[in-house]
């Protein structure tokens, strides 16, 4: 099997600094785990925020302290740190080798989507952001580690994408199409998601968007990249346009 994760993000029209973080960290006992902050507001106060969150959960996790508990932590150093006057929405997605599972911590009003040969399925539970309420606690879900499997998390920038404007993102149809039709490449899935929600806001994000997506999928022994797979081969890719 290979996994394949891939992010697309933007910040909110005219500002220069997105204030979602994404942050991925190599498990001590195997696997990866990514985290994903959205601060509360936008631009450089909100970057701020979700930095000091990232890091926090991104450094527990890189101890072996599990998902749910780096969540915790994670909520109790920004409570303490800003007195429970700043929130922000927290996931933990990982790939845990030792459990063979994809585990999912959520602390934000925007679900997570689960797509396998069974179907489609919205991990939308209520749910607290960090910072605020005493005792805030994440949600937690496990999934085997399995082939045919997609999981896409994003922040609230797309879940409000065209409101402006009267329209709105039917991110779960989109999402199952994409599977449908594309073969549930990661990459297009993820930029196809951005790529409509600006279409909505016109062009002119109304708030910081970020998509970020998992998928497994079997490789055939005529893969291009099976041999690569066989072999333990790891590839990341980063783009980064600058002003």
Same mark, same amino acid.
């Given at each position: 099997?290979?996994?394949?994760?891939?992010?697309a993000k933007?910040?909110k029209?005219?500002?220069?600094e997105?204030g979602?973080?994404v942050?991925?960290?190599?498990?001590?006992h195997?696997?990866?785990?990514?985290?994903?902050?959205?601060?509360?507001?936008?631009?450089?106060?909100?970057?701020a925020?979700?930095?000091l969150v990232?890091?926090?959960?991104?450094?527990?996790?890189?101890?072996g302290?599990?998902d749910?508990?780096?969540?915790r932590?994670?909520?109790d150093?920004?409570?303490?740190h800003r007195?429970?006057k700043?929130?922000?929405?927290?996931?933990?997605?990982?790939?845990?080798?030792?459990?063979?599972?994809?585990?999912?911590?959520?602390?934000?009003?925007c679900p997570?989507?689960?797509?396998?040969?069974?179907?489609?399925?919205?991990?939308d539970?209520?749910?607290?952001?960090?910072?605020v309420?005493?005792?805030?606690k994440?949600?937690?879900?496990?999934?085997?580690?399995?082939? $045919? =499997?997609t999981?896409? +998390?994003?922040?609230?920038?797309?879940? @409000? /994408?065209?409101?402006?404007?009267g *329209?709105? !993102?039917?991110?779960? $149809? =989109?999402?199952?199409? +994409?599977?449908?039709?594309g073969?549930? @490449? /990661?990459?297009a899935i993820?930029? *196809?998601? !951005?790529?409509?929600?600006?279409?909505?806001?016109?062009?002119r994000?109304?708030?910081?968007?970020?998509v970020?997506v998992?998928?497994v999928?079997?490789?055939?022994?005529?893969?291009?990249?099976?041999?690569?797979?066989a072999?333990?081969?790891?590839?990341?890719s980063?783009t980064?346009?600058l002003?």
């Amino acid at each position: 099997m290979e996994v394949q994760v891939a992010v697309a993000k933007v910040a909110k029209y005219a500002t220069g600094e997105s204030g979602d973080t994404v942050e991925m960290i190599e498990r001590p006992h195997g696997g990866l785990s990514f985290v994903l902050v959205d601060g509360q507001r936008s631009g450089r106060s909100a970057k701020a925020i979700s930095n000091l969150v990232a890091r926090k959960a991104i450094s527990l996790l890189a101890e072996g302290v599990r998902d749910g508990a780096a969540a915790r932590a994670a909520h109790d150093y920004l409570y303490t740190h800003r007195g429970g006057k700043v929130l922000a929405t927290l996931n933990v997605l990982s790939v845990d080798l030792v459990s063979r599972t994809i585990v999912l911590s959520r602390n934000s009003h925007c679900p997570i989507l689960i797509v396998t040969d069974e179907g489609l399925r919205i991990f939308d539970e209520p749910s607290r952001p960090v910072g605020v309420y005493r005792g805030t606690k994440p949600l937690v879900v496990e999934l085997p580690l399995q082939a $045919a =499997t997609t999981v896409v +998390l994003f922040t609230d920038g797309l879940l @409000d /994408a065209g409101k402006r404007t009267g *329209q709105a !993102l039917d991110i779960p $149809a =989109t999402v199952q199409s +994409l599977c449908d039709t594309g073969g549930c @490449d /990661a990459q297009a899935i993820a930029d *196809q998601l !951005l790529t409509q929600a600006l279409q909505l806001d016109e062009g002119r994000a109304s708030d910081d968007i970020t998509v970020l997506v998992l998928t497994v999928r079997a490789c055939s022994p005529d893969d291009t990249f099976a041999a690569l797979s066989a072999a333990n081969v790891r590839r990341m890719s980063v783009t980064f346009p600058l002003s």
